[in-house]
């Protein structure tokens, strides 16, 4: 498997360059007929046209390469990515090309799933008997904004870039839990929360009221589930990881999203081929997921058995 | 109307404002340790039930009367807080009991209605210890008002006094090994 991703990736970078080298070679032919035949000597003709050029020859060696990369990309994640997923989870099911839908975020009421959504690299599998299912996810805000001249122009504003996870959780409870960090971006607005203010549950560790604020319609089950000991391993986890981050408990489900500015599982074609250097990255971008199980001990089914 | 007359209306209307925002937050208060006292009310009803549950499954493997091995438990309702505690002491007892005579008979902690009554045991615990949990956090506060001034001001003049938390007994400060 090595030396085919190392093939396919030196094919790549061999194309590109070579389409490159032939794209400047006509660009500055272009550039030195232009003159001759005296379009290009005008000062601003010329500039208009290096401008072009140079926009041109990134980007037709990067289109003619798009398909192969494209491929170099499918056959890391079916290969690579795949093993070490079957290491890790049992009852495995990933698709590198498909992620969550704004339906499987929804039920966390406190997460604005902005305008443009998108998601990856879905995993689901059962790790030390908890079912998991985690993906890669973006959500961006539309802005719009109208300028001196009357235009209207728009951009797009990051809200959320990390992985989102679900997780079999064990505790079960009739209302919704939302824990959310102070600072995390793709939360509802502050008229939304208002509105609900009334949810928001003071818990007795004063050092996680001031990291987190949360909100539950019946207090009662705030404190069932947020347990002395589950709230130190929240703070626990929070300090190991990066990012800004959501929890939400929704009947049996476990939702965790860490906005840590990263697209995982993800290959480049600038550095060689390395297999096992890749499974290990791959294995500490996972940790993430798996230090949810791990830490918060979702693998304790002591509350789920019984009368 | 002068500007001193206008100025003091105002005084006085944002002074009665402020009482009566400060009489509500009092009472709101109260409320609240009385909505986490039926809490804990209904935790201990959950306990209570389980209890019953294990002492019918004890008398059928060791054949001894519920009375003679057991402390007598009476939930009532409205009870105050020290009786719950003392009941709720009560039920700490007869469980201690009850796995001291699975020790001494095998087949009854082999059992699989023992063993299932006993996972149910530790998630009721969680949520008396929730019911628990809630309740303090709500006489914390409202203590912390009928302390703070000016409101202590108002709380005195209405005859508040300081509420009682439910305290973990001393017996359960201990951890209770349950082999499962």
């Given at each position: 498997?090595q030396?085919?991703l ?6 790549i970078?061999?194309k ?8 400047l ?16 000597r ?6 208009i ?23 170099f ?12 997923l ?6 495995l ?14 039920e ?15 995993i689901?599998?059962?790790y ?12 961006e ?16 504003v ?6 989102w996870?679900i ?10 839990i939302?824990?959310i ?6 939360q ?9 203010s009334q949810?928001?549950?003071e ?7 001031k ?11 705030a404190f069932y589930v ?24 929704v009947?049996n489900?476990?939702?965790v ?6 697209n ?13 250097g890749?499974?290990?990255?791959i ?13 918060l ?5 002591l509350?789920?058995k019984?009368? | ?12 209307l944002?002074?009665v ?12 208060a ?20 389980v ?8 008398k ?11 402390e007598v438990?009476?939930?009532?309702s ?8 003392e ?28 063993n299932?009554l ?22 914390s506060i409202f203590?912390?008002l ?25 017996v ?9």
């Amino acid at each position: 498997m090595q030396q085919e991703l190392e093939s396919l990736r030196k094919a790549i970078r061999k194309k590109f360059w070579i389409t490159f080298a032939v794209c400047l070679v006509a660009a500055i032919v272009i550039l030195f007929a232009g003159m001759a035949i005296g379009i290009l000597r005008n000062g601003t003709n010329a500039a208009i046209y290096l401008v072009l050029a140079l926009i041109a020859v990134y980007v037709i060696p990067t289109m003619a390469v798009g398909g192969q990369k494209t491929q170099f990309k499918n056959m890391f994640k079916n290969s690579v990515v795949k093993s070490v997923l079957e290491d890790i989870f049992t009852d495995l099911v990933y698709d590198p090309n498909v992620g969550l839908k704004r339906a499987d975020v929804s039920e966390v009421d406190f997460l604005y799933t902005g305008d443009r959504f998108s998601s990856d690299d879905y995993i689901e599998g059962t790790y030390k008997g908890v079912r998991v299912i985690q993906s890669d996810l973006h959500i961006e805000r539309q802005d719009e904004h109208v300028d001196s001249k009357g235009h209207t122009r728009t951009k797009y504003v990051t809200l959320f870039k990390g992985k989102w996870m679900i997780f079999e959780f064990n505790k079960s409870i009739s209302s919704k839990i939302q824990i959310i960090q102070k600072g995390f971006k793709a939360q509802r607005g502050a008229v939304s929360r208002l509105l609900n203010s009334q949810s928001k549950v003071e818990m007795e560790d004063t050092d996680f009221n001031k990291r987190f604020a949360v909100y539950c319609p019946n207090a009662h089950d705030a404190f069932y589930v947020l347990t002395p000991a589950l709230m130190e391993k929240i703070k626990e986890y929070e300090t190991s990881q990066d990012g800004k981050m959501i929890f939400a408990i929704v009947g049996n489900r476990l939702h965790v999203g860490v906005d840590n500015g990263r697209n995982d599982l993800e290959v480049s074609t600038s550095s060689k081929v390395d297999v096992e250097g890749m499974k290990n990255s791959i294995r500490e971008q996972l940790e993430l997921v798996l230090e949810v199980v791990n830490v918060l001990n979702l693998d304790n089914d002591l509350y789920k058995k019984g009368v | 109307m002068s500007v001193p007359v206008i100025i003091l209306i105002i005084i006085v209307l944002l002074v009665v404002v402020w009482l009566i925002s400060a009489s509500n937050k009092l009472n709101r208060a109260v409320v609240k340790i009385e909505e986490a006292s039926s809490g804990i009310d209904v935790a201990l009803t959950k306990r209570y039930d389980v209890l019953t549950k294990m002492m019918d499954v004890v008398k059928a493997y060791t054949k001894h009367e519920k009375e003679t091995m057991f402390e007598v438990i009476r939930l009532r309702s409205n009870m105050s807080i020290q009786e719950k505690n003392e009941e709720n002491r009560k039920m700490d007892e007869n469980f201690k009991a009850i796995q001291v005579l699975a020790e001494n008979y095998p087949t009854l902690k082999s059992s699989e209605n023992y063993n299932t009554l006993q996972k149910t045991i530790a998630d009721v615990e969680e949520h008396l210890q929730a019911a628990r949990r809630l309740y303090n956090s709500n006489v914390s506060i409202f203590n912390q008002l009928l302390v703070s001034f000016p409101v202590s001001l108002i709380a005195s003049s209405k005859g508040m006094k300081p509420a009682i938390f439910f305290e973990a007994d001393a017996v359960k400060k201990n951890d209770v090994k349950i082999e499962l």
